[in-house]
Nanobody, 121 residues
Framework: QVRLVESGGGLAQAGGSLRLSCAASGSGFNINRMSWYRQAPGKQRELVAVIDHGGSTNYADSVKGRFTISRDNAKNTVFLQMNSLKPGDTANYYC???????????????WGQGTLVTVSS
């Protein structure tokens, strides 16, 4: 069984920074893509940033130039460095991992439990 555990959320002031981490545990799962999503109250979940196994990244327009996604493949961990935070960044942030189960070759997506980021003005 694969499990994602996020950490690093909390309260920040506008203009401040936070760093989120997400570690994948378990075996038999070859992770390709790791992503961060967020969901603000009353809004749909949206993709924030994605990184593939080779390190290629993509960002939502709203966070480009402020957020940086990175990963440590050896530790199956993904990070989200969030700088110049805005009150509009307030949301629950969810880690997502997509990959293939080794035994079944079935594609699988796994979600973390979420971590709350609150940015005060």
């Amino acid at each position: 069984q694969v499990r994602l555990v996020e950490s690093g959320g909390g309260l920040a002031q506008a203009g401040g920074s936070l760093r989120l981490s997400c570690a994948a545990s378990g075996s038999g799962f070859n992770i390709n893509r790791m992503s961060w999503y967020r969901q603000a109250p009353g809004k749909q979940r949206e993709l924030v940033a994605v990184i593939d196994h080779g390190g290629s990244t993509n960002y939502a327009d709203s966070v480009k130039g402020r957020f940086t996604i990175s990963r440590d493949n050896a530790k199956n961990t993904v990070f989200l460095q969030m700088n110049s935070l805005k009150p509009g960044d307030t949301a629950n942030y969810y880690c997502n991992a997509g990959g293939v189960m080794v035994l079944t070759t079935k594609y699988l997506e796994v979600w973390g439990q979420g971590t709350l980021v609150t940015v005060s003005s």
